[in-house]
């Protein structure tokens, strides 16, 4: 297995990885039966990521095959306002707001076209002490080796040199192991919200 930078050809099987791995650390498991459009939480978690032009997308691949990614930006704020401009407003004109109704009785589909028309920000002030972000994601083969931590260990690395001051992710608040993983690598955390947390580390020379 080895990384190299995500292509656009790579989305269809990075959106498989999404939803194959989407009920990872959930206490209510969000598997992949809860939705009936599979690339529904593809086009929330990946796509965007895939097409910024100034993202650090990254494949894992297993004998040509993608089988996990590390998707980052740099700069929250400017993905924010391109995602505003460019990716949100198709996808909101295919995938109708749910029903003003508690998110207990959304199917997944309504949650996640929920966060297509509403999606959550952290504060000003966090995004400039954390401006960047990223989220990963291996399929349960690809785990276990080190991949993971390595490519996570560039990404810092990589963000250093750009003298980008931190860096920020979120993860679901009963992922215990995942959080384990991201506090040994020097993140900890910064705010809280409905059932997820949010993780920082501050980025120096």
Known sequence: MHWRLAQHE??????????????????DPVDATRFEDEQILGNVFVGP????P????????????????LLAVPDTHQFNVWSEEQWWPILRARYPRPP???????TGDQWAADLIHSPTTLTTSMIEAYPAHF?????????????AG???????????SADIPGVHLRMASGNANA????????????ATMAGEVVLGASLSR
Request: net charge negative.
């Open 10 to 27: 790579d989305q269809d099987a990075l959106y498989a990885v999404c939803l194959a791995t989407a009920d990872a650390g959930y206490e």
């Open 49 to 52: 990521y895939v097409h910024y």
């Open 54 to 69: 100034d993202a650090l997308a990254f494949t894992l691949v297993d004998e040509g095959r993608p089988v996990g990614y």
């Open 100 to 106: 003003q109704r508690t998110p207990e009785v959304w």
């Open 135 to 147: 989220h990963i994601d291996l399929l349960a083969s690809a785990r276990g080796h080190g991949h």
């Open 150 to 160: 390595d490519q996570v260990r560039k990404l810092l690395a990589l963000l250093t």
């Open 179 to 190: 959080r384990s993983f991201y506090e040994h690598l020097g993140f900890q955390e910064i």
